[in-house]
């Protein structure tokens, strides 16, 4: 609008009251002039800050500008942090981080070298939930365990590759995933205190 204004005093020959007047634009409006300081001070302070600490955010560069007196507000950080491009970068997705631990596992070369366990689920037809522990030897494929249950714990996991261990020797590694059963402290225990350990991967 202040263009359009100085556009007609200079185009028309009027004054500025007159211009104003005929497109309805306030005179105190084309006279302000804003008093806000830029901008550049508090932007080359927050590059400072993200450069020197690595893994802030826009929340804790904010809490240190505050300390700091600057007197921003936390939306106003946010819209110039995003605007600098000082956002942090997202976490590699827990997908391709246990495709790439899938790449660096070493292939078994015989019988009994590497077993892999989980969990199948299942229902019944009363809606009652099955786990089903399953063990496969990932040379030979043959399944030393398939064992379902109702409920399965640590120490149950622990009862069942014990049995069978004693029955076709133990495996050199055993290869799982990261649920509750197979981190448990009874795990721990079987490993640690077996005579031939196995290998928890």
Request: net charge positive.
């Amino acid at each position: 609008m202040r263009e359009l204004v100085r556009g007609m005093c200079s185009d028309w020959a009027v004054s500025i009251r007159a211009a104003c007047g005929a497109i309805g634009f306030d005179r105190s409006t084309f006279h302000y002039k804003s008093r806000r300081a830029g901008q550049a001070a508090v932007e080359k302070r927050i590059v400072d800050i993200c450069e020197t600490r690595v893994r802030y955010g826009y929340r804790r560069v904010h809490v240190l500008l505050d300390r700091e007196g600057w007197g921003i507000n936390i939306k106003k950080v946010y819209r110039i942090y995003r605007e600098l491009g000082m956002q942090l970068r997202n976490k590699t997705p827990k997908r391709r981080v246990k495709a790439k631990l899938r790449d660096d596992r070493a292939e078994a070369v015989g019988p009994n070298d590497v077993w892999a366990m989980d969990f199948v689920h299942d229902q019944l037809a009363t809606g009652k939930k099955l786990r089903v522990l399953t063990v496969v030897d990932t040379f030979s494929r043959y399944v030393p365990v398939l064992d379902a249950r109702f409920s399965y714990r640590g120490e149950d996991v622990v009862t069942t590759l014990d049995r069978t261990c004693r029955m076709i020797g133990y495996p050199n590694t055993i290869r799982v995933d990261q649920g509750s059963e197979f981190i448990s402290r009874d795990m721990d225990c079987e490993s640690a205190c077996k005579s031939d350990p196995l290998g928890w991967v």
